[in-house]
């Protein structure tokens, strides 16, 4: 089983950004934390981060028969973006939304999440083991689907 | 450590209600899957159901010194209860809500939750796995908070 | 034929309270009418009131094989429950709304159903005599679906 | 006592349109049941349909000292028409407003009535029956009302 | 002359339950000061508390022949509950309500008030002491109706 | 100078259609008074009424090289008829609402008008006046364009 | 008879400013015109104005049984200013508000009054003519009251 | 082939109607150039114009069986009317919606079409080729279906 | 300890306007009752009023380091002024806010207070007596500050 | 004459997905359509693909003078990209927008377009032929304003 | 060249007002900063402060002719008042609006301006500072407009 | 001291574009405008544009320790970009935010701006002297904070 992990714009800046809002680990070390999550069940996980937009679009585009479970942190573009909910749909795998901080606790423009509508679920205010939990439930669906057909 | 698990209105009637939207499984199945995990966790989970806006609120009122958190899934009170919202905040351990299914998938009214701002976070959607991995995501903050003191 | 009539909150006052608005029919009163005109039907009614949500809730959770056919007051929650809009969805048999007053013509916060979505279909503004046309009208449908299995 | 029954745009092509969400009986059928269970009350139907807006509103502005109630679907109209609404509260009669489908449970723009507010009361959801009910609350209606003076 | 004071949900846990917006002092204490300022008017109160709605307004309900007047804290309930206010503008007497914080000074969601249009009038921001003003103003107000008549 | 007077939905039925809110005068003694003062002023008036939405755009449509000026009362159609705004735009010639009643004091539904911002102007509230008053307006508007040309 | 014409903020630098929006006349002259009107109706009018809100109400305020009906322009103050609608409301005789330009016709902000629901009614878009007009309107209802009592 | 073209209100004066919006040419000419288009296909067009909300309903309440495809310009309709969505709805062929102007860079209640969600799909702001191309669309989409089946 | 009393637009006509809403009692007798009840508690109480906004934020900027609290009545400044909030916020003593009917009973643009936002509390509904009461309530909060420095 | 027809976000992935709303067309096959179409008229098209805004607007940045009108798809930039609104507007040749599908007939949020309003027009529903109609369209605008000038 | 500063209402308690929010700076330091800005540009300045709306609308309707621009501060009228933009708009010369804090990051009622649609441009944030800026903005704006004339 | 001055989408074409909206001045004169005032305050400016909103949020994300503060003219993104407040608020430099026209005095959905909250301040309206002010206002309170420091 192969699970991509997406990460979107500023959050290359994990650690050294608000770290009263969003935590002193960096995101590799949140990746490296969800990659042992991962081996230990037997998953290769593959992580991917950029600040545009279009290149978060165009690497959901080529995960069909690649990647069996995408996990996605739409970051800023989380409220806005229309072509990143339809790249989700269009994608074919199953995603999972994941917030470091809890959005529905923050400003009011961050309570709405466009991109969600279009995930198998969403999980936020965990901090990075948000991700290792979406790993983890993306990995048990994927096996029920499985098991089911 | 001990957590005390809280369902809504409703939430008795799962695996008879709506299967195709809120799954086969039913309510005592999912509190035993995650019980299991918490021994597994050495964690004591003590699992609550009430239909009663009240009770639910009566039940959050006496966490305080009891419990070392909470997990909440408010079900249909999500979306319009405030008496709930302050009983959260007013129970002082970290709560995490809870949804079987995506929220941000279904209809306009359940976009929102009234609730989710005073919690920690939020899982949805990913079935009755989500308490299981709620369970665990409470279980590692409060374990990294009594490290941290 | 059995159908249960669920009431809501503050109509065990019926007939003292606002009588402009509501009438000077007492509910037992038009519980009885309607029983009468059950029983001319053949069918068997039973009347259930609370003002409590969470009881109103429950009552529906136990409809399924019990009753067939729902007629429900949701007097003030009408506007606000989502919980009890759930319970109609999943209680698994045909309900049928009543207003006595026709809330169309009151304040702004009144025009909106949020239960009525989940009903079969909804009948204000005709006082207790709502309820016997409810029962006439749910009786009819519930002996064409049998007709047409 | 006479009753017209007003029935707005496209109702004309019921039995053939739609039949999912309208039915599959035509509205002369509905008429016809309608009518029968009149004379069953003693009560003279008559029954009047027609697309136009501007002849709706003519025929309920000739009711006056003619009919003792009136029972509409104004279909379409409902949801817009402050003309039909002002024509409702001039006619000086009672008037029933039916719909066939539940418009509660339909698109958000079917969910408000411009002209319920100005009728006695509303019957939604209950196919072609909601007629025969309109018919038998709307002359219960008036029967107290005269018992009244 | 004989004061009812409702206080609504989480309330039984003032004193302990954000002091900083609550102030330290418990119900109890409230309760106590306000019953002292009743006995020196001549006015014996009485308390009630629940965290439930539908005990609320079942209390309400009963207040009609037995009491002068009502003070209610609806607390969360405030803010959403058109079954409290039908039960506040069914139960006949003068209510006042009083909040412990200033709500228009918090969450947007706390500027509006379901339940205050059915009321007398308002008290908020001045914590326990708005209770005992709410006593005072209400004994006036009773006065004057009396000696009115 | 000819002056074209165009009136509405219901607008036939005053004198006897509500005439607390609309007047006790009909429609033919207030074209009358307006005709009465046109001739005082050498003005020709004309008086068109319809309940149709058609006829008076059709009716509009026709203005162009006959009519010096148009006075109009959309009545319902106020508030809702884009066609009819399209039809006083294209119309060619200067037109003056008119309201008998002040639509400014009525239900919330009164207070947009969507016509009137095609118009040249508005008056309301003033009762069969206001026809008299627009036409007077109108008139010197028209004479004074003819003076500055 | 007495008519009192208050005119708001901006209104004494009328010809000067933006004359394509409020036309080339004076305030005086636009005066001068209404009250030789008056003149001729036999009818004393007096002339108003402030940019000051407070000085607008205190003029309304002491309007009781010194005229017979007001004429008022509130300018920007229309858009906003409940203070002058509840000082028109408090004033005791009937006043109509006037406004130059067609207030339907441009931005937004402009389209809703506050005011004109606490008037008997509205003229707008008519220019200077449109005070002259307000006066003949007021002074045939003041007369039609005077005969009625 | 056959193929109605609907026209809506006011339409019968373009050429006349504000030509800077609109265009120079008049609706015979459209039809004209749209027939010959039609004719060099081998589809057969006919065109309908009224002014009348209620006519054009009946129009299209006839389709069936007639025509392959609609073509229809709502024009002022288009906004408001939600008995002529019901009738594309219910004529059961494929409609295509045009607009002369492109009426997303018009006033902002033309933004909303509420016919347009009934129909195929839409073109704007193409003057008088909008038909022409409409019916290129249609026809290249009624001809792939049928080759489908 | 002194405290002032600011009272806005249209207060100056209270007895005179509109007694059925904001009963017979002068401002005068008001304020003296309410000085009556500081005399006894030992309060120094000093009354202002003014229509003008202007001199109400003048008012209050010259309040710190002379007053003790301010009980101000904004009147119909409440529901816009954000200058009045301003001054408020910055007069640097404690203010109640007082109305001395429901505000939350009357019209929907009442409902909403821009000022009370900046206040200490609100007592509204509760006629003259609120300002006694605001008196009392601003007394014993002011103390109970001295207290605990 | 010279056309560039620019693609948004996601529609590489066309034919592969969602075909039951996109169709089973990639888009090379559509381009291909579209360019002999052109081909045929004398237009040499030029097509453009990006998932990326910012290199939609830069495309948009270097059409003066090279191309003589364009035909953009903005997919899911269409109800967000202000940006984009802005490349249009500032691009000085004429565009025209295409939809696949009727974003009229799917979710609220693709009810609306913020670029619509600087285009010439647009296209919706009609599959990848809405590309070769906007062309046709497009190439006789073009024609037209040249003939014109 | 001369230029006028106009301030708004509670901006005569800067250095004593929230010092956190607008600084320690009074408004006399602020303007002598300004002016002495100006004298080193050869620009005379004036300053003006009021707490009255209309006094602030009478300044500014004396400029004409007098100076060549201004600098505005409105102050807690920036969100509310009409009055104030007339009399930006009808003042006639280039006006500059100044807020001492940012108020895009402030309470969401100071997000929008009432007044910055008449001016020529808005500074806001940079404290004290931003009047200087302003005057040297408004000073370049005038002399490339003079020597564009 | 270094300034970073980051423009948006579409400012590589100022001088070409809608000069009557945005002047003649090209970027490059506007920054060497804004680079020669800051040479003259000592300051090294470097400016850097892109139509991407991913490089922008990029080069913000490498800002701290690198420059002093930044100034940006966000342009499209202005009005939506979630992404890039976060950069700003990331990059821990104080931010102006630029504007050339006053977006206040344009279309509303220009009004409201995503990133300003996240800014010290914002300068609109001014041309490209606006970032000639920007970099005086930076310049003055970077050196007020250093020396506060």
Redesign the interface.
């Given at each position: 089983m192969k699970i991509l992990i997406v990460n979107?714009?500023?959050l290359?800046?994990l650690g050294?950004?608000?770290p009263d809002v969003y935590g002193a680990e960096t995101l590799d070390a949140i990746m490296a934390r969800t990659a042992a999550r991962g081996a230990a069940l037997g998953v290769e996980t593959e992580a991917f981060q950029?600040?545009?937009?279009?290149?978060l679009?165009?690497r959901l585009?080529t995960c069909?028969g690649v990647y069996d479970g995408v996990i996605i942190n739409p970051?800023?573009?989380?409220?806005?973006?229309?072509?990143?909910?339809?790249?989700i749909?269009?994608c074919g795998v199953p995603c999972?939304e994941v917030h470091l901080s809890?959005i529905?606790?923050r400003e009011a423009?961050?309570?709405?999440?466009?991109t969600?509508?279009?995930?198998?679920?969403?999980?936020?205010?965990?901090?990075g083991?948000?991700y290792v939990?979406a790993l983890?439930?993306l990995v048990?669906?994927i096996g029920s689907k499985e098991k089911g057909s």
């Open positions: 979107g714009p500023n290359n800046l050294r950004r608000e950029s600040n545009d937009e279009g290149a679009v165009t585009g069909a970051a800023g573009y989380t409220h806005t973006s229309v072509a990143l909910r339809d790249a749909q269009a999972v809890n529905a606790a423009f961050r309570h709405t999440s466009v969600a509508g279009a995930c198998l679920g969403q999980i936020s205010g965990l901090g083991t948000g939990l983890e439930g048990e669906y």
